[in-house]
């Protein structure tokens, strides 16, 4: 079955960076859409980043464009969210998603998060 799990979240001061990390198992991986979706204290979930393998484009929501870079190693099955210049309102749960239909925006399969925090 398809897991997949995150890594690299804690706690940063505003103007800082992380590295988020996300070990794929289970799927044909050049197969899937990856992506990046966050959920704020007391908000919906939102997308964050996306990556697809064909092209190798990515994608981002608009407040983090300039800050944040996806990006991912096919042979390791692992995707990436580095994160700089982090703002307090970045912190959240970050989850790691996959998709299998070519969506980016609305993914099939969710890991189980990482938890940033960023202090003002």
């Known amino acids: 079955q398809v897991q997949l799990v995150e890594s690299g979240g804690g706690l940063v001061q505003a103007g800082g960076s992380l590295r988020l990390s996300c070990a794929a198992s289970?799927?044909?991986?050049?197969?899937?859409?990856m992506g990046w979706f966050r959920q704020a204290p007391g908000k919906d979930s939102e997308f964050v980043a996306a990556?697809?393998?064909?092209?190798?484009?990515?994608y981002y929501t608009d407040s983090v464009k300039g800050r944040f870079i996806i990006s991912g190693d096919l042979a390791k099955m692992q995707v990436y969210l580095q994160m700089n210049s982090l703002k307090p309102e970045d912190t959240a749960v970050y989850y790691c998603a996959a998709d299998p239909r070519g969506r980016l925006y609305v993914m099939e399969y969710w890991g189980k998060g990482t938890r940033v925090t960023v202090s003002s």
């Open positions: 990556i697809t393998w064909r092209g190798g484009k990515t």
């Open positions: 289970g799927l044909a991986f050049s197969g899937y859409n």
